[in-house]
């Protein structure tokens, strides 16, 4: 049918049928059309339908299109949603690993948590700064934090202290309410049981002869020993801070005074004889301690100066933060006066980290609220 | 006959006011501008593509688009910006078609009805037996046209089904005069040739020749 055309005959055709060809084009067109009928007919059946489309009926749109306002409004507010859901959700991990991380650094009870590495800088900073008499306190023992004990009696530490501990004193734990960890750092390398009580036994007996010396004027002993330098009443103990108000504040530093006190009324073999089997974190006779040893006076003693280093514990028990590691504890060893200065700084901190725990749970909840809200009102 | 001038006149003046308002905000004057022109635009998208579903979204997606851009519209023909529209918008159709397993036909039933029975008010000495073959053609006359290529199928619609002429075709497809002539003879062509297969099979009276 299409072969004797070409595709510009077609044009022509189909431009003719729409009137848009030219005067002179349209008049050669009509004459061609006169001479060939099959140009005529390919005209007319392209024509009728072309006419078939035009003749097409309109067709109606099954509905209305109408644009409705709202998927606006929802878009911008669907906009907001996601934003308050992932501020949200950040407060939320970041409130998570500031709760978790406090409790991690805080909890000296575990023992494990206390940094091995750090004893080394603190007892060596100690060992610097204490001219010691101490004969065995040298070789700070990484095992040494381990003897860091929560509280009297308890099981974590023991066995690992046992072996290695030279001198501790589990901070005044005595009564519930100091829950306060207080770490002196041993100072013996090798300490065995064995070892330990004799060590404790000499360092016993040049801690008072430190003490003595000191009294007298002669000689300025560790802050270890002046930890130990108290009498019965405690009194000493008091102007002994008085005296050193110097500084470095450690809620440690308050506790062992305590600590102290309890024992020293005691004959230094009760301490040494009855904790080693009682208790097992400390061989040695002085850090025993408070529990056990002798309940009698532990308590009392303890209780005695806990009044008055009352507030300083206290703050210390309630903050877990506040028996900030090893490190700190031997630090903290050597300067009894800067306690309450100590505690203070820890209350402080404490406080702080709550406000900080608390303002991220309030965001955390109040996004999160926000952001289901925002969605809801955008349907 | 001024009358209608005027009347006409009057359309295009309220039509002008209408677009106004809407690229102004206001929505409620776009919806009378959307009740005036959905039914050619979904003619087109219909003729287009062939099928009713993909028409529908087609004319939806036309009037959001046309809603979205009112800025744009810098005067002219406002039928003529609506066809670019939905001209685009049903070639994104027949793209998300040509990837679907199946391309069903859509018989024209509801829509040829529809209008087959204001034709038949019209004529009252139709038959129904002649209604039914009206229907028979339209459905002929779209499977022709969905067997042409977009570009021919594009060219006849614009220029057939609604009236445009050359030169309004050429603006609107973005294409040179020259090159719409050509697809347009081509298009028409091709149908000729479709339609007379299936006049083999249709009625006498509707054949071509």
Known sequence: ?379 | MVYANNMRYNRIVDEIALIQAARDGDIDSFNRLVLAYQDMVYSHAFRMIGEQESADDATQNTFISAYNHLKSFRGGSFKAWLLRIVTNACYDELRRRKRRPTIPLEPLDDAGEEVESAHWMEDPVDLPEEQVERMELQKAIQRCLNNLPDEFRLAVVMVDVQGMDYMEAAQIMGKPIGTIKSRLARARLRLRNCLNTFAELLPAGFRLE
């Open chain 1, 1 to 379: 049918m299409n072969n004797q055309f070409t595709t510009r005959d077609y044009e022509l055709i189909s431009a003719y049928l729409d009137n848009q060809l030219s005067a002179k084009d349209r008049e050669q067109f009509e004459i061609r059309l006169k001479a060939e009928p099959a140009l005529r007919k390919e005209l007319q059946e392209i024509g009728k339908t072309r006419t078939l489309l035009r003749n097409l009926p309109k067709l109606k749109a099954p509905h209305n299109y109408f644009i409705k306002v709202e998927p606006v409004r929802a878009k911008s507010s669907l906009r907001l949603a996601p934003i308050f859901g992932v501020i949200s959700a950040i407060a939320s991990i970041i409130l998570i690993l500031v709760i978790f991380g406090s409790t991690l650094f805080s909890d000296a009870g575990p023992v494990a948590m206390a940094p091995a590495p750090q004893s080394q800088p603190t007892t060596q900073v100690l060992q610097s700064e204490t001219e010691r008499s101490m004969p065995k306190v040298v070789t700070p023992t990484l095992e040494a934090p381990s003897v860091m004990l929560a509280a009297p009696g308890s099981d974590t530490t023991p066995p690992s202290a046992s072996e290695n501990l030279a001198s501790q004193t589990p901070p005044g734990e005595t009564a519930a309410p100091t829950p306060t960890t207080i770490h002196i750092y041993a100072y013996l390398p090798t300490a065995t049981p064995e070892n330990g009580l004799t060590g404790g036994k000499e360092r016993i007996v040049t801690t008072q002869q430190a003490c003595e010396a000191y009294l007298r004027g002669e000689g300025y002993p560790s802050a270890a020993d002046l930890a130990n330098c108290l009498t019965p009443t405690g009194e000493v103990s008091q102007s002994l801070q008085g005296i050193l108000s110097s500084s470095t504040p450690t809620p440690t530093i308050t506790a062992s005074p305590t600590i102290t006190v309890t024992l020293t009324p005691t004959e230094t073999p009760t301490p040494t004889a009855t904790p080693s089997p009682t208790e097992t974190p400390s061989p040695s006779p002085i850090p025993t301690t408070s529990p056990t040893p002798v309940p009698s006076h532990t308590p009392e003693a303890s209780l005695k100066l806990a009044p008055d280093f009352g507030s300083e514990s206290a703050t210390q028990a309630p903050s877990p933060g506040a028996a900030q590691g090893a490190s700190n504890a031997s630090s903290s060893v050597q300067d009894q006066s800067a306690a309450s200065r100590n505690t203070s700084d820890v209350s402080f901190l404490s406080y702080l980290l709550l406000s900080i725990e608390i303002s991220l749970a309030v965001i955390a909840v109040i996004a999160g609220v926000v952001a289901i809200i925002l969605r809801i009102w955008a349907r």
